[in-house]
């Protein structure tokens, strides 16, 4: 079994432990783009390329996007290949934010942000479409750290979200998607079901937009 697939694997026991994973992700910062690329990870690019497509068909030259758990930038890097865009990210990790600042992909980026706390933080807006690839994976984030990515959608905006296969199913993410509580706040607009992720396995793609408040 080779070193990167441990890796990964030791980054999936931290549910309900913020403080182990940011840790975690402290250490493997300089690593994680080697040891990712090892295991055939191409959620960043296929997220990236989801972007640009809902960019194209619902946004404008103007659309700003958050890359919700950017890690080191790698959504970023991709979606500046893209077009020209005004991205701001943050991670759980410091160093792993100073990875995604050296891309230059980046408007501003933050570390040290948790998406499992349900409030969105105050040095940052709210977008046209918000991205998150690779934290609803397991011992990372549970289904209601969903409604904090929604929280940073302007009215009308997207949310784009991929689960991990097997966290899908261990979490129940798709009734809880469904759930009135999801609902009060977005609507699902569709789901891409089982597509590529990582060689171990792949994910479902998800896109909602927030509600607009009632006139």
Known sequence: MSN??????????????????????????????????????????????????????YGSPGTEIFDAGCGTGLVGSVLSTLGTYEIDGVDL??????????????????????LSVPKRDERLGQYGIVVSSGVFTLGHVRPTALL???????????????????YATETGFEEFALASEVGARASLLFKLPDASYIAEEGADYWVFRRTAPAQ
Request: charged content about 20%; cysteine-free; overall charge negative.
């Open 93 to 114: 990790s410091e160093n792993m934010a100073a990875e995604a600042r050296k891309t230059n992909a980046y408007r501003k980026v933050y570390g040290g942000v948790d």
């Open 148 to 166: 904090t990515l929604i929280e940073y959608a302007l009215p009308g905006g997207l949310i784009l979200v991929s689960t991990r296969g097997s």
């Open 4 to 57: 990167s697939f441990t890796n990964i694997k030791q980054s999936h026991v931290f549910f309900e432990d913020a403080p182990g994973l940011k840790k975690y992700y402290e250490d493997w910062a300089s690593g994680y783009d080697v040891d990712l690329a090892d295991q055939k990870w191409v959620a960043p690019r296929v997220a990236a390329n989801f972007v640009h497509l809902l960019a194209s068909a």
